[in-house]
Nanobody, 110 residues
Framework: VQMVESGGGLVQAGGSLRLSCAAS????????MGWYRRAPGKQRELVAA???????YYADSVKGRFTISRDNAKNMLYLQMNSLKPEDTGVYYC?????WGQGTQVTVSS
């Protein structure tokens, strides 16, 4: 399974972006899928995750602002990001099982 992220870019603080992750194979066999980010000078951290039963986890820093969703029929994972802050800047990666995307850059200007 290959993962390809899209939807990153440059946005002003308070703006929104929607990240998408397209999986080349079936996502039905992958229980937990998630979005990670690596901020400049920091380690990669889990931002949000969703399992096949639609249980969802959010990091405290993004609760109430980000929404994760998945569409197994389309083999897609999404991350809707609202009220973006400069500290949300980083490279965002989608992950499922042992599969990772190449990352998409999100830059939030103040």
């Amino acid at each position: 399974v290959q993962m390809v992220e899209s939807g990153g870019g440059l946005v002003q603080a308070g703006g929104s972006l929607r990240l998408s992750c397209a999986a080349s194979g079936s996502m039905f066999s992958i229980n937990v899928m998630g979005w990670y980010r690596r901020a400049p000078g920091k380690q990669r951290e889990l931002v949000a995750a969703i399992d096949s039963g639609a249980d969802i986890y959010y990091a405290d820093s993004v609760k109430g602002r980000f929404t994760i969703s998945r569409d197994n029929a389309k083999n897609m994972l999404y991350l809707q990001m609202n009220s973006l802050k400069p500290e949300d800047t980083g490279v965002y990666y989608c992950n499922g099982d042992t599969y990772w995307g190449q990352g998409t850059q999100v830059t939030v200007s103040s």
